[in-house]
């Protein structure tokens, strides 16, 4: 090869080196903690899907300009998922019969759309999709609104660092209806309003009045949304508003929908959202199912947790102790010792290059590895180890049968 | 719509519902497991490459004929990754200069290839890829065949379940040198030498005959292979054997390399291998970097821990407790009463429809989930619950603060 290859990765996506993919980890392990804990149950597919399945129902924006679409080597049509409803909706679809419903489902994993990179906006993201399927409006939409704010509060976030923003695509319609509109006209003006907060006000009056020549919004009923939040502060959560100017995205929300924003000013954007789907499933003939669900990304969730100083510790998973070599000709002495220790749950890391201890000292400090023993014949004849934290600098003799409880109690 | 959408996948990828996902999870948690004990850390990247990576160094059979390659709206050539190593060397010699060597680093996730699908054989599989980079040959080598061991043990495989055959690039290299082989005949040779089990004995003979008069195998110098595995006998891998016909596919192989087998005969196919690549990473240019490692992938090991009775339980994650709802008006109550049991780490779901109790008994169960209990106005007012064992229809009288040290216990 004449030119060097480039080490960098795709334009807009990311390399997760170990210290990025702790980070990742310890959010989508605390929300997957949660979740379990509700009675949900994890599911996934392949990111690559049949194109037709989007061409179908998500919005059009994102079908035309932001999917990985191309044609496989059998001529086949094929779409990167840029999201995961309509695949949860096949799923269903597929095993309608056998499925005991209701299904509480979520799938963690990544989502692609081909987008210009900028900040908090990437061309692969990481998303949990959390849905609850086959029961009509009420205490569903509750649950879900209720589990949307379980997630943050397992993050340590109180009811004030976040606002919730409920609305109903069904009392929009209503609303357009009563307005005059019809058809394309409440697509058009239910997309327009999503876009709403991206634009000056005068910009959207001035486009809101090229579709509707009275303004929808006021004939809003808002009484069953005010039922449904006061429903919500019963159950605990009492930072819900109500926010008729809330539509989401997609075209395929027929309920509530809702977003999460943070109450941090310099933060304006929404964390996250979902809402009530009744009518996905139908797509692919049958009956309704009837399905209400949200989707929480990594790059807005870590922002609103960093900014509040919630990020959890991430030490997850990392070695606990550096097992240093005298001598090369310690090492297999040095592995079979540490074998002893993982058989106990203890993360091993064992020295194998020839340098000296003080360096391999200074290689853990440098690796984050909190503890440090030296394992040559000396210790093999004493069984006994002198553990270095390398925090304070205090060494600790100790027989080598306390090392794993120590080694649990410290880490 | 006239016609209806199919609810199939796209061809050759799986779908996973619940019950398929807590298998991945269960082979995959295990290996993770088993990974961080030994100080292994975990990395990651996204599977669209841009193509040059595979184009350079992957086996040409892989490059033209197996990858998912196309051009993105931006007209870059993207690869979807057919394997991780050259994602890792490439992340490797990004952050050379600031990497702490050796490394211990695994990723887990898909991996795509175009193949007819048959069995065993997916347009998406998963796949651990295990490696430890920046060290030579001797102490690593020992390492990496040891943790392939350690991992297979860590699900009860006990070493008359496998063998594991070792070889060597270099040796190979040489033999065929002194069976006067040079340049694009030795990699043509080891190419065959690679797909010989797929072929008739009579077969290989005669395609050996076209590339090389002398046999390059009877020039073999075993006795480095020899000593090598009088090592890993000493370090407890007591199944190691030598065999001068592995060569693995891909070309980067340098040094050691291997093969673990199934030892029941019905399964000839090598369950997983891997070797030692030390050319790779100077791809990009720098001092090489040595690099040993292997790959482990879901579909053959599920087979081998099937065929030896191995797979573990299946009900990771799934939930543990079943709140039947007597009326729909207790649903808040037993929402809040399910709330304090997950606050202390009990998996609990909580029936939101309107069915009959008994009709709720039998949905527990069909969901396989091991206890029920009722929670209504009755259960409030007393603090007691009556929580039924569906297994053995046994009911238990308990105070409810002490259901989630009996929920523990029971799984």
Redesign the interface.
């Known amino acids: 090869?004449a030119e060097?290859?480039?080490?960098?990765?795709?334009?807009g996506?990311?390399?997760?080196?170990?210290a990025?993919?702790?980070k990742?980890?310890a959010l989508f392990s605390r929300i997957r903690e949660?979740l379990?804990?509700?009675?949900y149950?994890?599911?996934?597919?392949?990111?690559?899907?049949?194109a037709?399945?989007y061409e179908?129902k998500t919005s059009e924006e994102i079908v035309s300009e932001q999917t990985?679409t191309?044609?496989?080597?059998?001529d086949?049509k094929?779409t990167l998922r840029p999201e995961m409803t309509p695949t949860l909706a096949?799923?269903v679809?597929?095993?309608r019969r056998e499925l005991?419903f209701?299904l509480?489902?979520f799938s963690i994993g990544?989502r692609?759309r081909?987008e210009r990179p900028q900040k908090g906006r990437l061309?692969?993201f990481y998303q949990a999709d959390i849905d609850l399927v086959g029961?009509a409006e009420?205490?569903?939409d509750?649950?879900i609104v209720?589990l949307a704010s379980?997630i943050l509060k397992a993050f340590g976030a109180a009811e004030s660092d976040f606002v919730i923003r409920v609305n109903s695509r069904a009392l929009l319609n209503a609303a357009c209806k009563a307005a005059g509109l019809t058809g394309g006209d409440v697509r058009q003006y239910l997309r327009l309003l999503d876009k709403k907060a991206k634009m000056t006000p005068e910009a959207f009056v001035a486009a809101s009045a090229t579709i509707s020549a009275k303004d929808p919004l006021s004939f809003i009923k808002p009484e069953a949304m005010e039922t449904f939040i006061a429903?919500l502060a019963?159950?605990?959560v009492g930072n819900a508003v109500f926010d008729p100017g809330i539509t989401r995205g997609f075209d395929y929300y027929t309920g509530m929908v809702f977003e999460v924003y943070d109450t941090n000013p310099a933060n304006p954007r929404a964390l996250f959202g979902g809402g009530r789907y009744d009518g996905l499933v139908a797509?692919?003939?049958g009956d309704p199912i009837p399905a209400v669900g949200f989707a929480l990304g990594d790059v807005t969730l870590a922002d609103f947790l960093e900014t509040h100083g919630l990020l959890p510790k991430l030490n997850f998973?990392?070695?606990q102790l550096y097992i240093g070599t005298p001598k090369?000709s310690d090492?297999?002495a040095a592995?079979?010792f540490?074998?002893t220790l993982?058989a106990k749950?203890?993360?091993?890391?064992?020295n194998?290059?020839t340098r000296a201890l003080g360096d391999q000292i200074k290689?853990a400090v440098?690796?984050g590895i909190p503890y440090f023993a030296a394992y040559g014949a000396d210790e093999v004849t004493s069984n006994t180890i002198r553990m270095k934290v390398l925090a304070t600098g205090e060494e600790i003799n100790l027989p080598v049968n306390e090392l794993p409880a120590r080694l649990r109690a410290g880490n």
Request: charged fraction near 35%; proline fraction near 7%; aromatic fraction near 14%.
């Open positions: 090869m060097p290859l480039s080490t960098d990765p795709y334009k996506v990311r390399d997760f080196y170990p990025d993919w702790r990742m980890d949660t379990l804990a509700w009675g149950e994890e599911y996934n597919a392949s990111p690559l899907e049949r037709e399945l179908a990985y191309f044609m496989d080597r059998g086949r094929v096949r799923m679809a597929n095993k005991a209701p509480r489902w990544n692609f081909y061309r692969e029961l009420g205490e569903a509750i649950e209720r379980a429903k019963a159950s605990g797509l692919w003939g998973g990392k070695p090369e090492i297999p592995q079979a540490a074998d993982r749950g203890a993360r091993v890391f064992v194998l290059g290689d440098k690796r």
